[in-house]
């Protein structure tokens, strides 16, 4: 789900018409991985969740760990994750509220964003190829 590369084939055809448009898509995930208000490891955590559901590659390959050994962050993190490509209107309060908790609203709303950019991501990957 990395932002290009030279085989992305049906992806990259669909930005040829318009490259600004692609521009800005790479702009906007990049920023993803450069604020510092979610960390990186729980980003990836949730970026390889939300890829694992739908059957796509993740930019970052990271080792399964059991639920016990992941901090309180990534579980909140991920318990949204798991919601996003499938149920996100099952998304609940009280998880919203356990996600602020934990980052603060800014952080409600990065992660929110984040989550929901890994989901097209990987939604325009199996329709269109790699991007």
Known sequence: MSAASDSDGNALQLFEARPE???????FYSEIWNQDIVPTHVLARCQARIAAIHGCEADIELKPLPDD??????LVALALAEKIP????????DEVAAVRDEFGASGTVT???????FDVTCRWQLALGAL
């Open 21 to 27: 448009l692609f521009a800005k898509y790479q702009a």
């Open 69 to 74: 050994a992941l901090s309180r962050k990534e």
């Open 86 to 93: 499938f149920h996100h209107h099952g998304v609940e309060d």
């Open 111 to 117: 992660l929110l964003v984040a989550l929901s950019f």
